[in-house]
């Protein structure tokens, strides 16, 4: 069966579209990234970094305490598992959003985390929170900011629309106010298909399925621990096992090293406290080394 996409659906011949050619019958596997966000020079990613960074300045320093728990909780279950953007896992994933149940795991996860506990600020950052905090992973982040930011992409959306000749009709957009710490709803113009509203990102934003955890551990393995296993400075017995001999130098084991010393994601805070370097490295190891999701597919 033919699969038929964005770009077919409504004639657009250019070949190199500012926004995603999504699927319209079903989810394409990309996500919303912080990272790219971050790292984006695209008028939109900097629209919604500044509107993901006061939400979760304003979670973590007003709502996450015990007496603003049931407050916090009510509050995040406004998140959702938007449909309008075709992203995602299967369908059959679908409805398994941030309601009541999540949202307290949300809370439990960042109200736990030493950081939080210790208001170190680089937990209002969106890719330190993916990156480092529990129950927050890459489709639950990816489904936070397309909520958050409804309206930025839905402007987005209509801009493209614009641009190509498409006819929009009008749908009510919910998204977080950063002026007032609420969330409103207003009427916007987004583009329809099958009876059903489509907002469009840029490519710019998205990646593929991927993890940040597991891409820190090695980072931090290698550029940290390697050099001091390598010139025996690390406080262990047997620096041997972790190095290979060969005829004019010796080398350490990269894989071996990362297997051994590898920490779960909610372990990752003792990397960052011992190496506080290695967060704006991995910035910079991301920005270079893990492009987003139209140079990639």
Known sequence: MHKVNFNEYFGIQDLDTDHINIPLDEDLKAFICPYQIFNSSHPTASQVKARHDVFFKYVITDLINPKSEKKAITFLANLSEPNEYHLGYSKSNKGKGIAKEKASNIYTSLSDHIFV??????????????????????????????DIAKDIFAEFTLNQCKKYGITTEPYKVKYFCQENFIWKVKEMHLPYYKGKPIILLPKSILSNSRSYPERFNYHCCVNNIVPKIQKRELHIDNHNDYIKQYKTQ???????????????????????????????????YVKYNLPCYSEIS
């Open 117 to 146: 506990k210790n208001n170190i600020t680089i937990t209002h950052e969106a890719r330190h929170i993916l990156l480092n905090v529990e129950g927050i992973g890459q489709d639950n982040m990816s489904d936070i900011i397309s």
């Open 250 to 284: 010796e080398k350490v084991l990269h894989n071996k090293v990362f297997k051994d010393f590898k920490k779960p994601k909610g372990s990752l805070y003792l990397f960052i406290q011992e190496y506080p370097n290695s967060l704006l490295e991995f910035d910079e």
